[in-house]
């Protein structure tokens, strides 16, 4: 069975600065999708960004930026230049390509500090 | 533009008592659709999925049950409620496609069961 793991339970960031969340995954599949998904204190889920696994060129989207090391089952979310509006819960995802439904990890509570 | 909405945003009910959380979705038809629910300091446990009127897949055995009576409708409801049930539930849809769709969700209902 497929699982995701985020040992970070909680990380802190000061404003401005650049923080890297981790994420490692584990499945036999060799396509398949991964996402990142922020949730702020209003608790809606909102997408950050989608890598799919046969892609070799990592993801970006505007300040967030993953490394997706493929044989290493390792995908960590770069948060650049960080704003106090990133602070929120950052939950790591894993699709099968053949199934719908997402494994979502236990989540890392980001802080950041003005 | 599609949306998804789901409510009540906050339900506070008595152990037995029965539950009903409605989520629809607009703008789109024929889109898969999920129930989450996320217990504290945990991530997002799948409960429920749908991929068409009628068609209702259990992830894990529980005291909850799922219902699609129309394309862009999805209920989650119990006939008796446990303390255990307490918890934050989220729908969400995806597009049907090959997999690793990106899905988006609603605003989420907290529910405490008391």
């Known amino acids: 069975a497929q699982t995701v793991t985020q040992s970070q339970p909680e990380m802190s960031v000061q404003e401005a600065e650049t923080v890297t969340l981790s994420c490692t995954y584990d499945?036999?599949?060799?396509?398949?999708?991964l996402f990142w998904y922020k949730q702020p204190p209003s608790r809606q889920m909102i997408l950050v960004i989608r890598?799919?696994?046969?892609?070799?060129q990592n993801a970006t989207e505007n300040r967030f930026s993953v490394n997706f090391q493929k044989a290493a089952k390792s995908f960590s979310l770069k948060i650049s230049d960080s704003q106090l509006g990133d602070a929120a819960m950052y939950f790591c995802?894993?699709?099968?390509?053949?199934?719908?439904?997402?494994?979502f990890g236990k989540g890392t509570k980001l802080s950041v500090k003005p | 533009s599609q949306t998804i909405h789901q409510w009540p945003a906050t339900l506070v009910q008595p152990v037995g008592s029965p539950l009903s959380l409605e989520c629809t979705v607009e703008?789109?038809?024929?889109?898969?659709l999920y129930w989450y629910r996320q217990a504290a300091g945990r991530g997002l446990q799948l409960l429920f999925y749908?991929?068409?009127?009628?068609?209702i897949s259990s992830e894990v055995p529980q005291n909850l049950s799922a219902s699609r009576p129309q394309d862009r409708q999805f209920i989650l409801s119990s006939k008796k409620l446990l303390l255990s049930d307490s918890g934050f539930y989220l729908c969400?849809?995806?597009?049907?496609?090959?997999?690793?769709?990106?899905?988006?969700f609603g605003a989420g209902t907290r529910l405490s069961v008391l």
């Open positions: 969400a849809w995806s597009k049907k496609g090959t997999g690793g769709d990106i899905q988006y």
């Open positions: 499945t036999s599949e060799s396509d398949y999708y």
């Open positions: 890598q799919e696994a046969y892609k070799q």
């Open positions: 995802a894993y699709g099968r390509r053949s199934q719908g439904n997402l494994i």
């Open positions: 703008g789109t038809s024929n889109p898969n």
């Open positions: 749908s991929v068409g009127i009628g068609q």
